[in-house]
């Protein structure tokens, strides 16, 4: 897990959530649904309609709103209820609310705060995401597969073409570990490709060994 990043997760990257979209994500607080308004700003809400309770994340974006797919509440970035459609001359009390979290984009990653930060996320200067993928293993067996720890700004990886390949883990349930792969900003089209395979080769032997047992 990335450790001391004073309570940001990068939950995507910036590329997965193109305007008008929502997708489900996870925090330590739980899940969210992360979605990004038509002008393009991106928010984080609790992963449940008050109203019923559906998942907020299965629904869609109209507008800069994000709404139920179940009876259409809709909800503006701040978390207040913007429209309810079975009573539409209604304007919804304030009372009538979804939870939200803060929200950061730098470097093409999505970071989401629980609670209040003090501080800004890290700033990855200088890399580029290439891709996120999850790995049925968890984050101390990657760790050992690599061979080092996660730090504030992510695990660095050698991979055996000498190539140096960040990785940010994020635990997600049943020990799986959504796992966002930055390079070095300036690196080449064959490059993208050596470094896309060499983690699909560490997915597999981190797999493998949390199927076994034998790492931990």
């Known amino acids: ?38 002008s393009g700003h ?51 009390p304030e009372t009538i609310r979804v939870a939200t979290h803060e929200v950061e984009e730098s470097g093409g990653v999505i970071w989401v705060a629980v609670g209040e930060p003090t501080i800004q996320p ?12 999850t790995a049925h293993a968890g984050i101390a067996v990657l760790e050992a597969v690599v061979g080092a720890k996660a730090g504030p700004e992510g695990l660095v990886w050698q991979a055996q073409n000498s190539q140096e390949i960040r990785l940010l883990l994020v635990p997600q349930e049943d020990d799986h570990t959504l796992i966002h792969v930055l390079l070095d900003e300036k690196s080449s089209a064959s490059q993208r490709v050596a470094a896309s395979r060499a983690i699909e ?16």
């Not at 940001?8 to 996870?26: E, H, I, Q, Y």
């Not at 080769?201 to 931990?216: D, F, H, P, V």
């Open 122 to 133: 890290p700033r990855l200067e200088g890399l580029a995401p290439l891709r996120s993928l």
């Open 42 to 92: 991106a928010a984080a809400s609790a992963d449940r309609c008050p109203h019923r309770g559906m998942r907020l994340s299965h629904g869609f974006v109209r507008g800069e709103a994000l709404s139920c797919i179940y009876h259409g509440w809709s909800y503006a970035r701040p978390g207040n209820c913007l429209r309810i459609p079975a009573h539409p001359g209604l304007t919804p």
């Open 1 to 38: 897990m990335l450790s001391d990043t004073a309570g940001w997760t990068p939950v995507a990257l910036s590329a997965d959530l193109p305007a008008g979209t929502v997708m489900p994500a996870r925090t330590p607080a739980g899940p969210i649904a992360l979605w990004r308004s038509q």
């Open 201 to 216: 080769s560490l997915r597999r032997t981190a797999e493998y060994l949390q199927a076994k047992g034998i790492a931990s």
